[in-house]
């Protein structure tokens, strides 16, 4: 061949399995001249007769063309690896290889832009449970326990920890409730 690249020498670096990988791909691409039958006779011996014919000719540029084409993905491939691993990185991904959890991420490190973004996209959470807990903090809430003053008032005549305890039940379930069937 005439536009041979040593592996070593292209960028973005490959693995030692993707190596591996073309070098048996280039390896039965040169190999495979020897194994095809030469000339009319399949029976003659290698390096007899008169060469490839047109048609093994045009098998072999078809192989090379192919193993061609998939260096060039496996090394696409890789840029682009390494360019998620880089925005990861930017970004506080963390190590290559450890993947976050998916879902809504929990923005700590990058900044000013990232804290309000978060906030921006939870805004709707955040004020659900903000009315709830207003709500469940009115006067006459607070009356409807003190119906029950056995249970949720203490001796001193205000509301015990037994009212916080069911009115955060009665938070989170509602939360739940408009999240999940209205939002």
Do not use: W
């Not at 696409?76 to 959890?101: D, F, N, R, V």
């Amino acid at each position: 061949m005439s536009h041979e690249t040593a592996i070593g020498s292209l960028s973005g670096g490959i693995s030692d399995e993707d190596a591996k990988l073309v070098d048996s791909i280039l390896n039965d691409i040169n190999d495979s001249p020897e194994q095809l039958p030469r000339g009319p006779n399949p029976g003659q011996g290698q390096g007899q007769g008169p060469g490839p014919s047109p048609e093994q000719q045009k098998m072999m540029a078809q192989r090379q063309q192919m193993a061609m084409q998939q260096q060039m993905a496996m090394q696409q491939q890789q840029l682009q690896q390494q360019q998620q691993m880089a925005q990861q990185q930017q970004m506080g991904g963390g190590p290559p290889g450890q993947k976050k959890p998916p879902g809504p991420s929990m923005v700590h490190s990058s900044g000013p832009e990232s804290i309000l973004d978060s906030i921006k996209a939870e805004s709707k959470s955040i004020l659900l449970i903000v009315m709830l807990s207003v709500l469940m903090n009115l006067d006459q809430v607070n009356q409807l326990f003190k119906l029950q003053a056995a249970l949720f008032v203490s001796e001193d005549g205000s509301l015990n920890m037994q009212t916080v305890l069911v009115k955060a039940i009665v938070i989170g379930l509602l939360f739940y409730v408009v999240k999940t069937k209205i939002f």
